[in-house]
């Protein structure tokens, strides 16, 4: 499972990293995740409000830092 973290870098983007390594730990499931900052790759996303959570090159989450409780979901 590739996992991408679209945003800048900032403070709720790394909180969404950090909820979605918990979410992949808890699960016991192997995931590979990125981060992507280049807002031209993170717009051919259709991404318009970061951060955003990318699962198997399909958008999930935008806009929003979840739980980890609701990442397991998407996961």
């Not at 990125?34 to 959570?53: H, N, R, S």
């Amino acid at each position: 499972m590739i996992i991408k973290v679209l945003g800048s870098g900032c403070s709720n983007c790394k909180k969404l990293e950090e909820n979605t390594r918990k979410a992949i730990e808890e699960l016991g499931i192997e995931a590979t995740i990125e981060k992507v900052t280049d807002f031209k790759q993170i717009m051919a996303y259709g991404v318009m409000k970061t951060p955003a959570l990318v699962v198997n090159e399909k958008v999930k989450i935008m806009g929003k830092v979840p739980s980890a409780e609701e990442i397991k979901k998407y996961l």
